[in-house]
């Protein structure tokens, strides 16, 4: 693809890949759908353990929000809803080796199925051009992941929402933001690689 047409349209990383026919197309995403939702899962397993929550830090919001944001709006959607729906089926791939729907987690992964199709909305829109852009997509899929998982671990332990907020929101904040440098620096570098 010539770097005059990479300027031109909006599109994901993914696009960028090579597929010449509906069938290859249909190959390529469903490898990239599978593979996001692989990396989702093997990046769960990086786990360090909260003391006073049950939420353990994971490197799997980071691997869902570039997934989302590499693979787009639809691919990212159901990279996510593939990797939720195989730990449902008992597949030990959540935080911790976890799986089903009853951990307090479970909503940090439902939140991260939303938040992997809005920035693959955001990253077609160019949300993932510049640093500033990808900060503030990388802010709104933490957001999301936050507006689900939070409420959804307050109603299965019981906690008030303040407890939920103090034991699944502020203890990963300081993480999230290392996530989000991280990101900001891969994804413009990566899309300027693309275009030379």
Known sequence: MSTAAVSSR??????LLPAQSGA????????LIAGGATLTG?????????????VPVTGQTFAALL?????????G????ALYALVGVAGVPWFAQGASGVGGASFGYVLGMV??????????????D???????????????????????YLALV???????????????????????AALAMGALPAAWRFVRR
């Open 24 to 31: 290859r197309a249909r190959a390529r995403d469903a490898v």
């Open 114 to 127: 939303l938040a992997a199709t809005v920035t693959g909305a955001l990253a077609r829109r160019g949300g």
């Open 42 to 54: 093997l990046a769960a397993q990086l786990a360090v353990p909260v003391p006073g929550s049950p």
């Open 157 to 179: 332990t019981g906690m008030s929402a303040t407890q939920a907020i103090a034991a699944g929101l502020t203890p990963f904040l300081i993480g999230d933001a290392l996530k």
């Open 10 to 15: 909006p599109g994901v990383l993914a696009d």
């Open 129 to 151: 051009r510049s640093v500033l852009r990808t900060a503030g997509t990388m802010v709104v899929g933490s957001a999301l992941v936050y507006a689900v998982g939070v409420p």
């Open 67 to 75: 997934v989302g944001t590499a693979l787009g709006t639809g691919r």
């Open 77 to 80: 959607f159901l990279s996510l």
